[in-house]
């Protein structure tokens, strides 16, 4: 049991990959950082595919920088960012 978060640039393009266990405290801070809470599911995501924009990922980014706690989570969208493709992102919520 656990969070996985995984972004694709296309279908089977994984360019980023961030893993939080079921019981971690900090498990929904992705979903926070993110604006997309519903897609937290308790133990793990909700297995839903959402798409986010360039503004979307550097609104999440500008977040993150303000406290350590979201180191991970700050890698996880830089990679996003670096690798997004035509201005958009897929993230799925396992």
């Not at 995501?45 to 503004?55: A, I, M, N, V």
């Not at 609104?59 to 670096?82: G, H, P, Q």
């Amino acid at each position: 049991m656990g969070h996985d978060t995984t972004a694709f640039r296309k279908e089977d393009d994984e360019v980023a990959y961030l893993r939080r266990s079921a019981f971690d405290e900090r498990n929904e801070q992705i979903y926070e950082l993110l604006d997309c809470k519903d897609c937290h599911a308790g133990v793990s995501g909700d297995g839903s595919l959402k798409e986010f924009t360039r503004d979307d990922i550097a609104a999440a980014i500008v977040k993150a920088v303000s406290d350590e706690k979201y180191n991970r989570e700050l890698e996880f969208l830089t990679d996003c960012m670096i690798n997004m493709e035509d201005g958009k992102i897929m993230i799925h919520f396992w």
